[in-house]
Structure formats: structure tokens, C-alpha cells
């Protein structure tokens, strides 16, 4: 779940804290999207963590790989 913050035109992800993904409105319909130095550490926390068990790693795909054939790519990969 996102949550918008009117203030700022940045969005708050779930699972992130605040300001580790940053989003600027550039037009009414267009946007980019990064992440901070804290979202990057953030990041690789979660992976690190995720990879440690095949069922953490599983649930973290389901949770954030929407791209089906990216989704099945990384299915077929085994856990390093």
C-alpha cells in the first residue's frame, strides 16, 4: 500500500520507511521514482534477509516482482 504525502509530492511505500523512496511529480501524469541512500541499505536488507530460507526468498518475489516471466525467471533460480 502506498500512501501519498501531500505535502511534498513524495510517497511512502509499505515496508520502507519514510523517505527511503521518493517520488517527484515532473507533470500530471508523469513521475519518477528513486531511492535514498537509506532505501538502497533498506533494499539490500530485505534481500539479504529474504535469501537466507527458500520459503523468505519465495514470499519476497511474490511480494514485490509483478512481471510475470521476471516472476518465473526468478522461480527457476535456486537459492545461493
Known amino acids: ?3 501519498h504525502h501531500p505535502s511534498t509530492g513524495s510517497k511512502l ?3 520502507s ?3 527511503s523512496i521518493i517520488t517527484v511529480y515532473t ?7 528513486a531511492l535514498t ?5 533498506e533494499l539490500k536488507t530485505m534481500i539479504a534477509d529474504a535469501r537466507r530460507f527458500p520459503e523468505s526468498w519465495k ?3 511474490d511480494d514485490f516482482v509483478e512481471d510475470a516471466k521476471l516472476a518465473a525467471r526468478l522461480e527457476a ?4
Open 1 to 3: 500500500m502506498d500512501a
Open 13 to 15: 511505500h509499505a515496508g
Open 17 to 19: 520507511h519514510y523517505g
Open 27 to 33: 507533470g500530471p501524469d508523469d513521475a519518477i521514482t
Open 37 to 41: 541512500d537509506d532505501g538502497i541499505d
Open 59 to 61: 514470499e519476497f518475489r
Open 77 to 80: 533460480q535456486s537459492v545461493r
